[in-house]
């Protein structure tokens, strides 16, 4: 699982829910306790604390600066209240040690993982800098998209390929930095250990992400196919500047304004957000495959 964000906490997708503790009680020490973490553990490794910079589903992330690394990392700290499940330490630390993996110029890194001595697994990842993708749309910044999915795609296709999911896609977990006016170099960031944590939550996680397919709203286990769900919801986003919208009949629909390449993509998208996992691209590869297919129409 990969978490690197811009330097603010804007580029993070926080949740709305109160912030979680390491400490016993439910204080506003929070923050010290959790703070408290890095001057144990992470001081002696050559890592200064920065800041708290968000709380996720599962996580306290914090961005640190080190001695071995020029720039800056973020640090993923377990939420307290997955301490006492050994499930979830086992796939938090399980699925670190398959991202650490991953390694495509698409994907940001995970440098190093292990236990604090609070008792939660934690990930040190590259700090990307840039802007998330969900910014980028907020803002109304315009994009060359061909280019932005096919990078998106490739990174998504290597992690499958080496069987690990992303579960979360969202436009916040696409960090973008930009090359020219409207031209980006992407990087893929958190890669998720919530799916395999979704009984170990006392809420809906996929109540938080709106990019969430159809199937995990209903609680079942996302899949690859969900992931491509997810990357139609981000292209569906970039080009039209607006959540997507569905008819009676569950087919996304709202592309009237688009012109030019924005519209030979609308195709995929629609593809990508079909309702049943069945009618939707059956591997990255084959979405990437079109995508290249309308890149070498336009260039």
């Known amino acids: 699982m990969h978490f690197a964000v811009k330097p603010r906490a804007a580029d993070v997708a926080m949740s709305e829910r109160k912030l979680p503790t390491v400490c016993d009680d439910e204080s506003d020490d929070a923050l010290e306790c959790a703070a408290s973490v890095f001057l144990s553990d992470f001081a002696g490794l050559g890592y200064e604390n920065e800041q708290l910079i968000a709380v996720t589903d599962t996580s306290l992330i914090f961005r640190a600066s080190t001695s071995w690394f020029q720039g800056s990392v973020s640090i993923k700290l377990l939420r307290s209240e997955l301490l006492e499940s050994r499930f979830a330490q086992k796939i938090f630390s399980q699925e670190a040690a398959m991202v650490s993996e991953l390694n495509h110029p698409n994907i940001a890194p995970l440098y190093n993982y292990g236990i604090a001595s609070n008792g939660a697994p934690y ?5 990307v800098p840039g802007w998330s993708l969900r910014e980028l749309n907020m803002q109304g910044v315009v994009v060359e998209p061909v280019s932005l ?8 296709a290597f992690a499958h390929s080496q069987n690990v999911m992303h579960g979360r896609l969202s436009a916040s977990k696409v960090i973008a930095s930009a090359v020219r006016k409207d031209l980006f ?3 893929i960031i958190d890669f998720s250990v919530t799916a395999a944590l979704r009984w170990q939550l006392p809420f809906s996680l996929a109540s938080l992400r709106s990019s969430a397919s159809p199937e995990e709203c209903f609680g ?15 292209m569906y986003e970039t080009l039209t500047g ?5 008819n009676r009949d569950k087919k996304v629909i709202g592309f009237s304004k688009l012109r030019g390449v924005s519209q030979l993509l609308e195709p995929l998208v629609v593809r990508c957000l079909a309702y049943e996992s069945k009618d939707r691209y059956q591997s990255a590869n084959e979405l990437l495959f079109d995508l290249r297919t309308i890149e070498a129409k336009i260039f």
């Open 123 to 127: 990930m040190v990842n590259h700090f």
């Open 149 to 156: 999915f096919i990078q998106i795609c490739e990174g998504l």
């Open 185 to 187: 170099v992407s990087k």
């Open 220 to 234: 079942q286990d996302p899949d690859f196919s969900s992931d491509l769900y997810s990357l139609g919801y981000i």
């Open 242 to 246: 607006s959540k997507p919208t569905f």
